[in-house]
């Protein structure tokens, strides 16, 4: 019994003081993902990509704009939306804190104004995309 208790003297605190002091993470840890919409070109890969569905795309035809959607409480984390975007405007942060009081705080939004086509003038693409 006394091994016992001068070993855990010895060994001293084990766990961390977490809210106190923020926890170290791992360089590879895959946190909270991040979109820089100056970057984005709308080119829907990440969607794509996406396993849980957790980022869609829709066309506004009546604002002639590309929406562009995130819901981070559908998301697993997988970085494949990282991995496809070509522009590198999707990258998966450090931060783990993802508690929030509203679902909509879970959402991130952008929208994309579209190009149309000069014959038929429906739109086909985003205007960054070919820009």
Avoid at 111 to 117: G, K, P, S, W, Y
Wanted: hydrophobic share 35%; glycine share 4%; aromatic share 10%.
């Amino acid at each position: 019994m006394f091994t016992f208790i001068k070993k855990v003297i010895k060994t001293g605190t084990a766990t961390s003081s977490y809210p106190l002091e923020p926890i170290a993470v791992d360089k590879n840890f895959r946190g909270k993902p991040e979109q820089n919409p100056q970057q984005c070109i709308g080119c829907a890969a990440c969607v794509n990509a996406c396993p849980s569905n957790a980022l869609t795309v829709e066309t506004d035809l009546a604002t002639g704009e590309l929406a562009w959607q995130f819901d981070l409480g559908r998301c697993i984390f997988c970085g494949r939306c990282e991995e496809v975007c070509p522009t590198a405007a999707i990258k998966l942060s450090q931060e783990y804190e993802l508690a929030v009081w509203k679902k909509e705080d879970f959402l991130q939004q952008s929208r994309f104004a579209l190009c149309n086509c000069r014959v038929c003038n429906r739109p086909f693409a985003v205007q960054k995309e070919i820009d």
